[in-house]
C-alpha cells in the first residue's frame, strides 16, 4: 500500500491554494506516487483565517499556532507558504523538530537568515526544498535536456526576464510585498530571484552581477489584511499611504563561472505584461527560446540542420518529453501553473521517500539569495559585486 505522510502547511493564501490543490492533485498525475500527501494542518494568523483555509483547502484541522503545529510528532512534512521574513524561524524550528521542509522562494528576506537556514537544512539531514516552480515547466526541463546533451553546443549567452504590471498603478496597495522588513527586497527577491534559479538550472553559477534597482512608486496607500491583493486597488480608497521601500525594478548584467555572459530583468511595473517570463539563450551550435505565457511551447534552432532549413521550430509538450508520463496523453493540451506545482510535489514526495535531496534544496538555493543579495548591493554602489 502507498505511503502516506502528513502535512502541515503554514500559510493559506495565494500559494496556500496552489500548494494545497498541488497535494490533492499530485497522486491523480503521478500514479503509483511516492507517497500520498495528507492534508493535516494548515496554520494561518488568525482562528477564523485558518479554519476558512481548512475548510477551503480540504485540511483536517486548522490552527493559528505554526510553533506547536510543527513541533507535533504526527507531522512529517511542513509547508511554509507564508511572507518572506516568517520563513527562516518556522523552517528552523521545524528542521530541529526533524520535519522535511518544502519553503516558498525566496529562502527568507535576509542573506543572514537564508544562511541560517542552509545550516539548519545541512545540520538535521531531512529532506529540503524551495519552491521555484517555474524550472518545472516541462518545456524548461526540456531546455535542460537539451543543454546537456550538447544540442546548443557551448553556452554563450542568457537573457532572461520575468516582467508583470501588477504593481504599476501608484494607487496600489501597500502590502507586505511593498515592505523591506517583512519582504526583504522588491522584484529582485520576489520575481527575479526565479530567474537567477533558472539562469542556475539552465547555465551553472553565476559569480559577478552589475545591476540598476529603481524605486518608481515611492508611497503607495497602506493595505488591510494580511493576504497581499497583488495591486487590486481600490480608486475611492482615501487609505494613508506609507513610504515603500524596496526596488521595483531590476536590470542587470550577469558573468556566469562558465564564462557565459547574461542579462536579468525583473518588474512588476510593465504596463500590459501579465507572466512575462522569458528565457532566450544562445550556444555555439544553436539557440532556445522559452515565453512562459506560451508554457506549452519551446522554440529551438540548431545551427547543425541543413542550411535551407535553418530557423526556429515549435516544439508543443507532451508524453515524450520531461514529466510526460504523468502529465496529459496529448501534446498542447495545456500546461498551467498548478502543473508545475503538482511536479514540484511530485519531486519534493519523490525525495523525502528515497532519503535524497530535490533541486534546488536549501542549501543549493542558498546559492540564488547570495544573487540576489549581489543585485541589491550593486544596485547600491553601481559597481560589479561578486557573489
Ligand atoms: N513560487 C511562486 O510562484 C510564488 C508565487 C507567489 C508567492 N510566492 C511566495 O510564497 C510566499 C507566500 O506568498 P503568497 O502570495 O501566498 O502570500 P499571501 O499574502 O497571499 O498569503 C500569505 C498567508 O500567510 C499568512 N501568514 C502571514 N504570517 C503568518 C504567520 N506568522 N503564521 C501563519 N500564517 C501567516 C497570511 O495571513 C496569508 O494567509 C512568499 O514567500 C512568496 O514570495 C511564490
Known sequence: MTKTLNVAMIGGGFMGKAHAMAYAAMPMFFWPAPAIPHRKVVVDLTDSAAQDARDRFGFDEASSNWKDTVNRSDIDIVDICTPNNTHAQIAIEALRAGKHVICEKPLASTLEESIAMAEAAEASGTTTMVAFNYRRTPAVALAKKFIEEGKIGDVINFRG????????????????????????????????????????????????????????????????????????SDKSSDAERAEVDVDDEVMSMVRFKSGAIGSIEATRNAWGRNNFLTLEIHGTKGSILFNYERRD??????????????????????????????????????????????????????????????SPNFQEALLTEKVADALLRSGKTGEWESI
Not at 212 to 225: A, D, F, H
Not at 303 to 312: H, N, Q, V
Not at 332 to 340: H, R, V
Not at 347 to 354: G, L, M, N, P, T
Request: glycine content about 12%; aromatic content about 12%.
Open 297 to 358: 511551447e519551446l522554440q529551438v534552432m540548431f545551427a547543425e540542420d541543413p542550411t535551407e532549413a535553418r530557423g526556429f521550430r515549435t516544439i508543443y509538450t507532451g508524453p515524450a518529453h520531461p514529466y510526460g508520463e504523468g502529465l496529459w496523453p496529448i501534446p498542447a493540451l495545456g500546461i498551467g501553473y498548478g502543473e508545475t506545482k503538482i511536479i514540484e510535489c511530485y519531486d519534493f514526495f519523490k525525495a523525502v521517500v528515497e532519503g535524497t535531496q530535490p
Open 161 to 232: 526576464t520575468y516582467l508583470q504590471d501588477w504593481s504599476a498603478d501608484p494607487n496600489g496597495p501597500l502590502s507586505w510585498r511593498f515592505q523591506k522588513s517583512i519582504a526583504g527586497s522588491g522584484a529582485v527577491g520576489d520575481i527575479g530571484t526565479h530567474v537567477v534559479d533558472m539562469a542556475h538550472y539552465l547555465v551553472g553559477p553565476i559569480e559577478t552581477v552589475q545591476a540598476i534597482t529603481p524605486t518608481y512608486v515611492k508611497t503607495r496607500p497602506m493595505q488591510q489584511g494580511s493576504v497581499d491583493k497583488l495591486g487590486a
